[in-house]
């Protein structure tokens, strides 16, 4: 417990709230003594030097009052100084007044008095001392002692000593008063402070911090904490120590669960207020979960569990480094804690009841927006930008990603992946293998909430795509028209427990709205797609070879690398039209075009340039790649057969191949075909069945 009686800071507060009277007081005492020198009869000199004295108490009194006292009245040397000056100054009185000097015992006791109350019980026996040496002192100065005057004496000791008892213990029951009193302004004005700011925004990480830095300083307390209930997890949203103030780093330490720290379980399932000390802990396997969750050096704390609706949605902690000799954690302040607690509980019940109703809202908006994406949009990049930007407003993440299925390849083709903001392209991920492919397979939804958790649990092992970094939570649905499955929706967390129920909903609605739009836009794609082939060999029609060829020069010109142009003619192709009839002729254009396709890669470009001429676009080959690729596709047509309806062998047809290369031989588009056109006619004029290089 506080000690009252040697608590100067309450003393001086109290002394500082009476010190009007007491001026009064002793300006009172002074013209008390002006009236007795004016009446008694006394000489001129002697008025004068009682005068003089006056005068000098007069301007004491002034000088400590109006002087000293306002700039040092904290200081505990104060009240023996006045004391001490007060006491010398009375028996200066004695001198001047004689055998009147009666009343000025009487001043001595109102001295002690007032030395008991406003100072400490030991000020009021030092100025019982010091009143009792003057007032011998000056007894012996006028006269021998006697018994009378030894009795006198002794009452007087006895006067003085009950004087400075009583009114030490009354000082002591006056400073009890104040102390509590000041106690309740202080936890009121806390109570009040920290309730406005917790009230001052529903954003609880923004207001919990300065909360808990409030406790601290002002409660006082070492360490304060408060800890949210999500999802099973206990999770900090502010802390603050005298020592370093609010802690910025708390969202990087999470508990799993409650039953992980002991206290926590205990004012969870009690919903009280639970003590620990640290000598109930050092012995146990929490040591190391104590000095994380307060600090290494907290001796004693205390849980109090938020409750609403008689759930316990949090903790307010506090920890206290300093013994219980000094700041315990008693009664007091566990009210206090348990009051302010009841304020916080509602005050998180309404920011989880306005977040809850804000993120539905924001939901639904997303939903409507999405299903305007598709009635608006059927161009598939355009549509899955715009569902990854609704996606990120609702489901933050750090990996999206969209991928359609290829049954025929046994693959799912990555539409789009984004990982930590960087864009991968032209990705695909294995039908068998990983959890995409699972959520596929099974035509279910996959949450995982951490990975390092329920890594042993998993249907099947992880794939990882896009940053070589392992994800801390994942979650997957598929999406399709009725059985018929297209693909995946799937985020992605680099942080444990990023998404729940509620985000796996939500994408599965994304997703079932999104099936629809993704099968118009592959329809549309594949309309398109069409539109640039020719009909009847399936190669690109003469626009569009020449517009993928114009882009795959501004490529080269952006990202310098060469590209190889090769303009093919079949020779004597009226021939097989005249002699073989015109389906033998459309079967000969097809067959050139297989035939191209097995010598060159997948991401080259075949082209129907014109009749029975054709353009093979090498992006990224030399001019040497390409005669080696022209040399390909001329041996490979010479060992095709081809056979007439009536069983008729019919030779295998033979070409000219012309090849022009940039920046070799051209800068631009047209320049490129002219030149390789004009390599090709070279090669007819050479006797067909030649591959030239433009020189």
């Not at 300083?217 to 103030?245: H, N, W």
């Not at 969209?402 to 984004?418: A, N, R």
């Not at 992006?619 to 009536?646: H, P």
Request: hydrophobic share 45%; proline share 4%.
């Amino acid at each position: 417990m506080r000690d009252l009686s040697i608590d100067w800071n309450i003393r001086a507060e109290l002394f500082r709230r009476y010190q009007n009277p007491v001026k009064m007081s002793a300006l009172g005492a002074t013209a008390g003594l002006l009236l007795l020198t004016l009446l008694l009869p006394r000489s001129a000199q002697q008025k004068q030097q009682l005068l003089l004295y006056l005068l000098g108490v007069s301007a004491y009194i002034f000088l400590f009052y109006w002087v000293i006292y306002p700039r040092f009245w904290r200081q505990r040397w104060i009240p023996f100084v006045n004391i001490l000056a007060s006491i010398v100054l009375i028996s200066g009185a004695y001198f001047l007044l004689g055998k009147h000097s009666f009343a000025i015992n009487g001043l001595f006791v109102v001295v002690i008095f007032l030395s008991g109350i406003f100072s400490y019980p030991l000020g009021a026996y030092f100025a019982a001392v010091i009143a009792l040496l003057c007032s011998i002192a000056v007894d012996n100065f006028y006269s021998e002692p006697t018994e009378q005057q030894l009795l006198n004496q002794g009452i007087l000791i006895i006067q003085f000593l009950i004087t400075a008892h009583i009114s030490g213990a009354l000082g002591n029951l006056l400073a009890s008063q104040v102390y509590k009193r000041q106690q309740e302004n202080q936890d009121l004005t806390l109570l009040l402070n920290a309730s406005l700011t917790a009230t001052q925004s529903l954003n609880l990480n923004q207001t919990m911090p300065q909360v808990m830095q409030k406790i601290v300083s002002f409660l006082p307390v070492t360490y304060a904490r408060i800890d949210l209930i999500e999802d099973g997890r206990l999770v900090p949203y502010g802390i603050a120590s005298q020592r370093y103030g609010i802690e910025p780093w708390i969202k990087l330490h999470c508990y799993p669960n409650l039953t992980q720290l002991p206290w926590i379980k205990a004012a969870f399932q009690s919903q009280h207020s639970v003590q620990v000390h640290r000598d109930q802990i050092d012995l146990t396997p929490f040591w190391l979960d104590f000095n994380q969750f307060f600090s290494a050096c907290t001796k004693t704390a205390c849980v109090v569990p938020l409750v609403t609706s008689a759930q316990v949605v949090g903790f307010l902690s506090i920890g206290e480094s300093r013994g219980q000799e000094r700041e315990p954690i008693g009664k007091v302040k566990v009210e206090f804690l348990e009051t302010l607690a009841n304020q916080i509980a509602v005050v998180v019940e309404n920011a989880h009841l306005h977040w809850q109703e804000q993120k539905k809202a924001k939901r639904l908006e997303v939903l409507n927006h999405i299903a305007n994406v598709i009635g608006s949009t059927i161009e598939m990049d355009a549509l899955l930008q715009q569902l990854y930007n609704l996606l990120i407003q609702v489901i933050p993440a750090d990996t999206y990603y969209f991928g359609i299925v290829d049954w025929q390849k046994q693959v799912i083709e990555l539409k789009m992946l984004l990982d930590a903001g960087e864009r991968y392209e032209g990705l695909s991920i294995p039908l068998n293998q990983g959890l995409a492919g699972y959520v596929v397979r099974q035509r279910t939804a996959l949450l995982i909430r951490d990975f390092q958790r329920e890594m042993d649990t998993l249907p099947v092992k992880p794939v990882i795509i896009g940053k070589k970094d392992m994800s801390a939570s994942w979650l997957g649905v598929p999406f399709g028209k009725g059985d018929d499955l297209e693909g995946i929706l799937a985020v992605a967390s680099y942080l444990p427990n990023a998404f729940d129920h509620e985000d796996l909903q939500l994408l599965s609605n994304v997703a079932q709205q999104a099936a629809l739009a993704f099968d118009n836009a592959r329809h549309h794609a594949e309309v398109e797609e069409r539109a640039r082939r020719d009909s009847l060999t399936n190669a690109y029609n003469h626009g569009a070879f020449h517009e993928a060829l114009r882009q795959a020069v501004q490529s080269s010109q952006l990202h310098p690398h060469p590209i190889s142009l090769i303009m093919l003619d079949i020779d004597h192709f009226k021939e097989y039209n005249d002699r073989y009839g015109h389906t033998i002729g459309d079967e000969v254009l097809c067959l050139i075009v297989r035939v191209i396709q097995q010598q060159v890669k997948s991401g080259d470009v075949i082209g129907r340039w014109g009749g029975e001429e054709f353009g093979v676009i090498l992006e990224g080959a030399s001019l040497a790649n390409a005669f080696e690729v022209a040399q390909c596709i001329r041996n490979a047509l010479a060992q095709t057969t081809l056979t007439a309806s009536q069983g008729m062998s019919i030779p295998a047809p033979t070409i000219s191949q012309g090849i022009a290369c940039l920046p070799n031989h051209a800068t631009s588009a047209e320049e490129l075909v002219e030149k390789a056109d004009r390599a090709l006619y070279i090669a007819k004029e050479a006797g067909r069945d030649q591959i030239r290089v433009y020189s």
